[in-house]
């Protein structure tokens, strides 16, 4: 898995970390911090959802 670039989307960053997570179960943001501009807890809720 290499990194995804979000190009500091946040649509791109939670979009992508789900899609990620379906197929590697991992995932890796250049800059996860640009999710904050529309849900800022959004990897809390997340891995909530995920457990």
């Known amino acids: 898995m290499s ?3 979000t190009f500091d989307d946040h649509r ?3 979009a992508f ?3 990620s997570l379906a197929a590697f179960k991992k995932y890796d943001l250049d800059n ?3 999710v904050d501009i529309s849900l800022p807890n959004f990897f809390k809720y997340f891995s909530e ?3």
């Open 3 to 5: 990194q995804i670039t």
């Open 17 to 19: 970390t789900i899609l």
């Open 49 to 51: 959802i995920t457990k």
């Open 12 to 14: 791109i960053a939670m």
């Open 32 to 34: 996860a911090k640009c």
